[in-house]
């Protein structure tokens, strides 16, 4: 799915504002899709301070909020009466040269996948948040974000995963 010019002034400034949360409630979105996959309805939104993905029990935000103590786990497992979820982070600083082709590589995975929500912010064609799901089945379901900081050539990149036991 091609990616959306979001109506909004880009809010993160940098990747280590990023909080991790799975007890927020919905944030005022700029784009969101609704969808089924790998026997989850799931709720994509792209929001001003980055995502939240709804996906049957789990409300994943990643986001940056004033009053939020920042940082992204590296890892983070949670189990509950029947599903798992497992949650990982990542952030690398690249050089010019190589930020932009990251982000471009980006840019088509979220446009080659179907199943994606994907916005670049007003200001910068390389300040982009986009999800992709990659739907397992079967009670499965694995989703992958990316956030990209061009002021600091950063991008951000989680990767989630949520099973029915």
Not at 76 to 90: I, K, N, Q, V
Request: with cysteine.
């Amino acid at each position: 799915m091609d990616a959306i010019s979001l109506e909004a002034p880009y809010l993160d400034s940098d990747a280590d504002q990023l909080c991790f949360s799975l007890d927020l409630s919905e944030r005022p979105a700029l784009a969101e899709r609704a969808l089924t996959a790998g026997g989850f309805d799931v709720t994509m939104r792209l929001l001003g301070a980055s995502h939240q993905v709804f996906a049957g029990p789990v409300r994943e935000t990643v986001a940056c909020l004033p009053g939020t103590v920042a940082g992204l786990p590296a890892t983070f497992t949670r189990s509950s009466a029947g599903w798992t979820y497992d949650f990982g982070a990542h952030t690398r600083r690249l050089p010019p040269e190589t930020f932009g082709v990251r982000v471009a590589e980006v840019l088509k995975r979220a446009a080659d996948t179907e199943e994606s929500l994907c916005g670049v912010f007003p200001g910068s064609p390389e300040a982009v948040t986009a999800v992709v799901l990659e739907a397992g089945g079967g009670g499965r379901l694995v989703w992958r974000t990316w956030h990209t900081y061009p002021q600091s050539r950063q991008i951000v990149s989680t990767y989630t995963r949520l099973e029915a036991r």
